[in-house]
């Protein structure tokens, strides 16, 4: 099988997380998808996404992101496919559940965890985006989005050293890389999501979705529909920017005056 345009979507394992938003979007807008997570149920949710479209094509890959063979079986289920012209780096989240990102003072912060929350947010994209950006620059054609935080790179929260430090590195990584590569038709752009409302979203982290100007969480989709534009031809001439997607909550001075929103 070999299509002309393949995208990958890295951290699309959730049935309601911003990765298989992403994955959804890009294969009804034509694209054959490659989506990955680091455990089966990516199968599931790649039968989903096919099924979501007429004519849909997505693969699903298990595999570790954090590890160079892992970033290579889905390079490679990519390559099979077609050309791979879009890269959208999803992967990495909190893991309270592991204990990896546990929201402690920092001196409480070992250094195991600290290097498990970076490879697991920051590695994962620096490793995909090494993978694709060569066959990128030979077709001189490319577009690589990097799903950041709010988190790190626009506000911070108190005892969230490592995410923090790793999204806002995601920023960083961006603009340089987008620079690296600009002439050769390759654009690197940065999501920065606030309150986003998926499964893993708390009930506190629902009421500060509320708290926002918009006065609701933002939803997957809508982190996927800028994705599909910044993977699209026409943004050709957008690249190296951050755009914050957060109901305009980084943006407010004075919070108490959207109380009756939630309240």
């Not at 393949?6 to 997380?17: C, D, E, K, N």
């Not at 997570?37 to 949710?45: A, L």
């Not at 290097?115 to 995909?128: E, H, K, P, V, W």
Request: charged content about 15%; aromatic content about 4%.
């Amino acid at each position: 099988m070999n299509i002309s345009r393949v995208a990958i979507v890295t951290g699309a394992g959730s049935p309601t997380g911003i990765g298989f938003a992403c994955a959804q979007r890009l294969v009804a807008d034509g694209f054959a998808v490659v989506m990955a997570s680091t455990t089966p149920r990516i199968h599931d949710r790649a039968d989903e996404v096919a099924q979501s479209t007429v004519g849909g094509i997505a693969v699903g890959v298990a595999a570790d992101l954090t590890a160079l063979d892992g970033v290579a079986t889905v390079r490679s289920a990519a390559e099979r496919m077609g050309t791979v012209v879009a890269l959208v780096n999803n992967a990495g989240m909190m893991s309270l559940a592991a204990g990896s990102d546990a929201n402690v003072p920092i001196e409480q912060l070992s250094l195991a965890q600290w290097n498990d929350g970076l490879a697991r947010n920051l590695t994962t994209a620096f490793l995909m985006s090494q993978a694709v950006v060569p066959s990128m620059r030979a077709n001189h054609f490319g577009r690589i989005v990097n799903i950041a935080s709010t988190t790190g790179a626009v506000v911070a929260m108190p005892e969230q050293t490592v995410y923090s430090a790793a999204k806002a590195g995601m920023v960083g990584m961006t603009r340089s890389l987008a620079l690296e590569v600009a002439r050769a038709g390759v654009t690197v752009n940065a999501i920065a999501p606030g309150w986003i409302d998926t499964a893993s979203m708390t009930e506190s982290e629902r009421r500060a979705g509320c708290a926002t100007p918009v006065g609701r969480p933002g939803m997957p989709s809508e982190i996927a529909a800028c994705v599909a534009y910044l993977v699209s031809e026409a943004a050709g001439y957008t690249t190296g920017q951050l755009f914050t997607i957060d109901g305009a909550n980084a943006i407010v001075e004075d919070a108490a005056i959207f109380k009756p929103l939630f309240a």
